[in-house]
């Protein structure tokens, strides 16, 4: 019901995305599923058809709906997305979502074998590819000290064993990655600063007024 309000109240806007969780956190609090996999398939499966309008009965292992359904749906319906880094996430988020968000431990490289897992997982199914959204998150640093900041969250996020990830330079060369990655397969790049970057907002102005426009 709060999705659904949320895409009523900002219709256009909303960008819902869904995961398996960490699944060291799920079991701090005791909610680890035995089989994370089941439990994101059934609950997208669930979670799309009642954005979508549908009146669900379903009996599964993890979720059931007794001829549930939302009173306000989202006008038009409502795109959901997958969170995912691993083969098999990757396969299922093309099965069962709308788009597929991947975080910034891809490259480049790894979008390209991410999409072709994607596509796997769609054509499995029997779905269009090519209506599958890719997100995918990219350090960014600019300004004094760029390349340094960089490295310093590359190394705290434990990240220094793949190449190419991230980009520390001026708003020419942070667009040139974003197209590289446009070119991978993205449809989406979102632009992270690095923790301690000095001035957040400063960074949302650069990336909105100087790398944006000249991303083709």
């Known amino acids: 019901m709060e999705a659904a309000t949320l895409h009523r109240m900002f219709p256009g806007r909303v960008s819902l995305g869904i995961g398996h969780g960490v699944q060291d956190w ?10 994370p996999l089941t439990l994101l398939r059934e609950y997208t499966l669930a979670l799309r058809g009642l954005l979508n309008g549908e009146r669900i009965t379903t ?13 306000w ?3 038009g319906g409502a795109e959901v997305l997958v969170g995912g880094i691993g083969p098999r996430t990757l396969r299922l988020s093309g ?31 029997g779905r269009d590819a090519a209506a599958h959204k890719l997100v995918v998150y990219l350090f960014a640093a600019t300004g004094e000290d760029a390349a340094a900041r960089l490295q310093r969250e590359l190394v705290t996020t434990g990240l220094t064993d ?5 980009v520390a330079g001026d708003a020419a060369e ?19 600063p690095t923790a301690d970057e000095p001035d957040p907002e400063g960074f949302i102005r650069f990336v ?9």
């Open 162 to 166: 793949v190449p190419g990830l991230g």
């Open 174 to 192: 942070v667009a040139e990655r974003v197209q590289r990655y446009a070119e991978a397969g993205a449809d989406t790049v979102v632009l992270l």
């Open 59 to 71: 009996q599964g292992r993890y979720v059931t709906l007794d001829d549930v359904a939302l009173d």
């Open 95 to 125: 099965e069962v979502a709308d788009g597929t968000v991947l975080n910034e431990s891809f490259s480049p490289e790894g979008v390209r074998a991410a999409r072709e897992l994607v596509r796997e997982g769609r054509a499995a199914a």
């Open 26 to 35: 799920m079991g701090q609090v005791g909610a680890r599923p035995a089989s």
């Open 208 to 216: 909105g007024d100087d790398v944006r426009p000249l991303v083709k």
């Open 73 to 75: 749906p989202p006008q």
